[in-house]
């Protein structure tokens, strides 16, 4: 069967197309990765090239099958090779997925964390499939929708905003739930990125955790710098100072 396999199938093609779902892959790993999510290229190259594997299996093995049947209807046999259901192969990649999703949903003081990572490693595998079986068209249609549902919508929702966010470098304790703390001012957060820990020089408990360093990004509907810094107080938040941008350097030394 190796043989006849070998004989009648194009090897660079599938070649290409598991080379393909591992660079895409890595590409949707690697946004996630730039919004500090639970998952990178590591992950979704190697989720996105399985499926490519197994979807490329799915079609040499129902070709060999169709091969080895006309070989036997030439020789006059009338026991052919029944043919099975190949296309199960791919519908437990999709169920089968779920369990990588469901690792990366946490659920914190009744919020819910990583669901739309969980979907990009779910969709991701679906992408794969798409791939290995060599329809090019479809794929880079879900692969252009998964970058727009995930990066591109946000750039209409910043522009429209710009005007009234700001970005705070800040430090509190890790048992407040700052989410909470300024959604109660109508502050919303747009982004946030954990930069480094402080000791608490008033720390009471030796099993206490340090105090989170970390760049904050938020939408005030009205904005005024003033009152920002005193409502970071009045929760607790220590503002240090205000920065440009996200990716602007932060010396933790110098805190």
């Given at each position: 069967m190796?043989?006849t396999?070998?004989?009648?199938?194009?090897?660079?093609?599938?070649?290409?197309?598991?080379?393909?779902?591992?660079?895409?892959?890595?590409?949707?790993?690697?946004?996630r990765?730039?919004?500090?999510?639970p998952?990178?290229?590591?992950?979704?190259?190697?989720?996105?090239?399985?499926?490519?594997?197994?979807?490329?299996?799915e079609?040499?093995?129902?070709?060999?099958?169709?091969?080895?049947?006309?070989?036997?209807?030439?020789?006059?046999?009338?026991?052919?090779?029944?043919?099975?259901?190949y296309?199960?192969?791919?519908?437990?990649?999709v169920?089968?997925?779920?369990?990588?999703?469901a690792?990366?949903i946490?659920?914190?003081?009744?919020?819910?964390?990583?669901?739309?990572?969980?979907?990009?490693?779910?969709?991701?595998?679906?992408?794969?499939?798409?791939?290995?079986?060599?329809?090019?068209?479809?794929?880079?249609?879900?692969?252009?929708?998964?970058?727009?549902?995930?990066?591109?919508?946000?750039?209409?929702?910043?522009?429209?905003?710009?005007?009234?966010?700001?970005?705070?470098?800040?430090?509190?304790?890790?048992?407040?739930?700052?989410?909470?703390?300024i959604?109660?001012?109508?502050?919303?957060?747009?982004?946030?990125?954990?930069?480094?820990?402080?000791?608490?020089?008033?720390?009471?408990?030796?099993?206490?955790?340090?105090?989170?360093?970390?760049?904050?990004?938020?939408?005030?509907?009205?904005?005024?710098?003033?009152?920002?810094?005193?409502?970071?107080?009045?929760?607790?938040?220590?503002?240090?100072?205000?920065?440009?941008?996200m990716?602007?350097?932060?010396?933790?030394?110098s805190?």
């Amino acid at each position: 069967m190796i043989k006849t396999i070998a004989e009648n199938y194009n090897i660079l093609e599938i070649t290409t197309r598991i080379l393909v779902a591992y660079i895409v892959g890595a590409l949707i790993g690697w946004e996630r990765a730039q919004h500090k999510k639970p998952i990178g290229s590591r992950t979704t190259s190697i989720v996105c090239m399985g499926a490519a594997i197994l979807s490329c299996y799915e079609e040499v093995f129902a070709k060999s099958i169709l091969i080895q049947n006309s070989q036997l209807m030439e020789i006059g046999s009338k026991l052919l090779y029944s043919m099975p259901d190949y296309s199960r192969i791919t519908a437990q990649i999709v169920s089968g997925i779920g369990f990588l999703g469901a690792g990366m949903i946490i659920q914190n003081r009744g919020k819910l964390h990583g669901i739309t990572t969980a979907a990009i490693v779910w969709v991701t595998a679906c992408l794969g499939i798409v791939i290995g079986s060599g329809e090019w068209v479809l794929s880079a249609i879900g692969c252009f929708c998964i970058f727009l549902s995930t990066s591109i919508y946000r750039v209409p929702y910043f522009l429209a905003h710009k005007n009234h966010s700001v970005i705070y470098l800040i430090e509190y304790n890790n048992k407040i739930d700052i989410e909470s703390e300024i959604d109660k001012f109508g502050i919303k957060i747009m982004r946030f990125q954990i930069v480094g820990w402080k000791e608490n020089k008033i720390q009471k408990d030796e099993n206490e955790l340090p105090n989170i360093i970390g760049k904050i990004h938020i939408f005030v509907p009205n904005l005024d710098y003033d009152n920002i810094e005193k409502i970071f107080i009045n929760s607790n938040i220590k503002p240090i100072k205000k920065l440009r941008y996200m990716n602007e350097k932060v010396d933790l030394n110098s805190l």
